[in-house]
Nanobody, 126 residues
């Protein structure tokens, strides 16, 4: 069974930090990439950061320099360190994977079968 489970969300003040964790198991791929996405109330889901199977990273412009993606245990655990949080970072954050996660420093695209976690809520108070 494929499981992507996010944790680490919560309420934080502007300028604060949180570290999100994505625990991945059962993915039917050898060497997979992981992406973090978020969806704010009333807005479409957007990509935040991706990590390829070869450790190439991509960041959305709005988070570059503030967020950092990393992994442990052959990407069974993927982290999103979020610093300098702003109210506009408030959203439900999801991790996801796919058969192909194509990551360059300027793009992140998912192809084939996709898997999503249920999300963790991050609220940044002003």
């Amino acid at each position: 069974e494929v499981q992507l489970v996010e944790s680490g969300g919560g309420l934080v003040q502007t300028g604060g930090s949180l570290r999100l964790t994505c625990a991945a198991s059962g993915l039917p791929f050898d060497g997979y990439g992981i992406g973090w996405f978020r969806q704010a109330p009333g807005k479409e889901r957007e990509g935040v950061s991706c990590l390829s199977s070869t450790n190439t990273t991509w960041y959305a412009g709005s988070v570059k320099g503030r967020f950092r993606i990393s992994s442990a245990n052959a990407k069974n655990m993927v982290y999103l360190q979020m610093n300098g949080l702003k109210p506009e970072d408030t959203a439900v954050y999801y991790c996801a994977s796919a058969a192909i996660v194509a990551v360059t420093t300027v793009s992140c695209d998912f192809y084939g079968s996709k898997y999503w976690g249920k999300g963790t809520l991050v609220t940044v108070a002003s």
